[in-house]
Nanobody
Framework: VQLQASGGGLVQAGGSLRLSCVTSGGTDRTYTMGWFRQTPGKEREFVAAINWLYNRKNYAESAKGRFTISRDNAKNRTYLEMNSLKPEDTAVYYC????????????????WGQGTQVTVSS
């Protein structure tokens, strides 16, 4: 199983980006797909998760109301729509897959994408 994240870039504060994560070599239908982010010197932190089978989504407090996670099972893609971006959202964003339902814990994710850089300027 391989995950590949894309869609990062440089955006001004208040702007939007949509991250995409495509999975190859397996299906994500029964798994939880998550997005995490990491800044230098800090631990990776949970951003959002989705489980299509249980029709559930979960967000970190920092993401609620601004970010939306979604799935396209036909394309094996998971998206993170990010609106009203703030400079503190600057990080490398990773997509990952977990066999645990709606996990927010990094160690419960077993497959990871390579990360995509999001930079929000003030």
């Amino acid at each position: 199983v391989q995950l590949q994240a894309s869609g990062g870039g440089l955006v001004q504060a208040g702007g939007s980006l949509r991250l995409s994560c495509v999975t190859s070599g397996g299906t994500d239908r029964t798994y939880t797909m998550g997005w995490f982010r990491q800044t230098p010197g800090k631990e990776r932190e949970f951003v959002a998760a989705i489980n299509w089978l249980y029709n559930r989504k979960n967000y970190a407090e920092s993401a609620k109301g601004r970010f939306t996670i979604s799935r396209d099972n036909a394309k094996n893609r998971t998206y993170l729509e990010m609106n009203s971006l703030k400079p503190e959202d600057t990080a490398v964003y990773y997509c990952a897959r977990s066999a645990f339902a709606m996990s927010t814990i990094e160690r419960e994710y077993d497959y990871w994408g390579q990360g995509t850089q999001v930079t929000v300027s003030s």
